[in-house]
């Protein structure tokens, strides 16, 4: 099992930044195809960002581009999420996701059915 705890979400203006954390623990000694993921009220789950722990690569949703940011520790047991130039459109649950397989590099990786562990949740709302 493995389990995942997010953090650092919040308020904040339009044109801020905020970083979520992701603390993964349990079986990490394998490499994971982790995401980022959020859904808005009314609206359905859809991916952000993912990365593979094994190489680090990443892809993100053409949405977030050129503003987010997501990375691992050094210990590849945290996953970030570095957002910038938050938008209203931003404003959702952040979620943290893994499955333990490669990330395939394609809105593949945005499924959420495909990952079968998820965090309980970060609230970001941006204001305008």
């Known amino acids: 099992q493995v389990q995942l705890v997010e953090s650092g979400g919040g308020s904040v203006q339009a044109g801020g930044s905020l970083r979520l954390s992701c603390a993964a623990s349990?079986?990490?000694?394998?490499?994971?195809?982790m995401g980022w993921f959020r859904e808005a009220p009314g609206k359905e789950r859809e991916g952000v960002a993912v990365?593979?722990?094994?190489?680090?690569?990443?892809t993100y949703a053409d949405s977030v581009k050129g503003r987010f940011t997501v990375s691992q520790g050094n210990l590849k047991n945290t996953l970030f999420l570095h957002m910038n130039s938050l938008k209203p459109e931003d404003t959702a649950m952040y979620y943290c996701?893994?499955?333990?397989?490669?990330?395939?590099?394609?809105?593949?990786?945005?499924?959420?059915?495909?990952?079968?562990?998820w965090g309980q949740g970060t609230q970001v709302t941006v204001s305008s």
């Open positions: 990365l593979y722990t094994g190489g680090g690569t990443t």
């Open positions: 349990g079986y990490t000694s394998i490499n994971f195809c």
């Open positions: 996701a893994a499955k333990p397989t490669a990330c395939v590099g394609s809105w593949y990786d945005f499924q959420p059915i495909k990952y079968n562990y």
